[in-house]
């Protein structure tokens, strides 16, 4: 269960990857505000946890798996699948995570200062979503 | 219009930097993690409290309680489609986007 920070895994991917998660991150906010003003915030809302980044990374996570095991000389179809489900389960423990970062900001931004909300709310989220990951590896685990 | 460029900007740049972050994490689940970031959330409401206030952005948090929870349904179905069907995981994401969208809509009724 060790996390480790793989730098070189940057060079994996290729610039369009990273210029499609950009292109899509400015167009779903874009529509977000859009949205805002043609249908208030309680619409737009919903948007704020749109999947902006799942559908490229998932499937950047799936090619990826497959091309490293296709440089060993085998076919790297099958393990890129089941590296793209292993996504997929950190992504829905995520989302319960950020259920709670929504959550806080509901709470506390009509109180409280907002720099203080939001990051405090980003925090919560880092950690619910750490200690989920630690709780389903040690339940899977123990499994 | 003058506004929808930053914008476009601002969420790119955050939705990116996330992308990045989970892109150098290792195991892989770990790195999924970031694939339900508050990416978007951030930059949208930091633009919505420079714009509208504090009120304004709680409005669109409540709401944002119902989209994570069709993500919440949206990520494990994708999980399943691949891990159980087989299927590739561009194809698992459009199917899931549709079951996101049910949910987001009837979890957006019930909560306003």
Redesign the interface.
């Given at each position: 269960m060790i996390i480790k920070i793989d730098i070189s895994a940057l060079k994996e991917s290729k610039w369009q990857d990273y210029a499609i998660r950009f292109v899509f991150g400015g167009l779903v906010t874009v529509a977000t505000g859009i949205i805002a003003k043609k249908a208030g915030p309680a619409a737009a809302g919903l948007f704020l946890a749109f999947p902006a980044i799942f559908p490229a990374s998932v499937t950047l996570v799936q090619r990826e798996a497959a091309e490293r095991k296709a440089r060993k000389g085998l076919r790297g179809e099958e393990r890129g699948k089941d590296a793209a489900a292993d996504y997929s389960a950190g992504a829905a423990l995520g989302s319960l995570a950020l259920l709670l970062f929504a959550a806080w900001g509901w709470s506390f931004l009509p109180s409280y200062p907002a720099p203080l909300v939001l990051v405090s709310a980003l925090v919560v989220w880092m950690i619910a979503s750490g200690a989920l990951w630690f709780g389903w590896k040690r339940f899977r685990w123990r499994r | 219009m003058s506004?929808?460029i930053p914008?476009?900007?601002?969420?790119?740049?955050?939705?990116?930097l996330?992308?990045?972050m989970?892109?150098?994490?290792?195991?892989?689940?770990?790195?999924?993690?970031?694939?339900?970031?508050?990416?978007?959330?951030?930059?949208?409401?930091?633009?919505?409290?420079a714009k509208?206030g504090?009120?304004?952005?709680?409005?669109?948090?409540?709401?944002?309680?119902?989209?994570?929870?069709?993500?919440?349904l949206?990520?494990?179905a994708?999980?399943h489609l691949?891990?159980h069907f087989?299927i590739?995981?561009?194809i698992?994401?459009?199917i899931?986007?549709g079951l996101?969208a049910g949910a987001?809509f009837v979890?957006?009724h019930l909560?306003?």
């Open positions: - | 506004e929808l914008r476009f900007f601002i969420g790119g740049s955050v939705v990116s996330f992308a990045v989970g892109g150098i994490l290792k195991p892989t689940s770990f790195a999924g993690l970031f694939g339900a970031a508050p990416s978007v959330a951030i930059a949208t409401l930091g633009l919505a409290v509208e504090n009120s304004y952005a709680g409005v669109e948090c409540r709401s944002m309680v119902g989209g994570a929870a069709a993500l919440f949206f990520s494990v994708a999980c691949i891990l087989r590739r995981a561009w698992a994401s459009l899931s986007l996101w987001a979890l957006f909560l306003n």
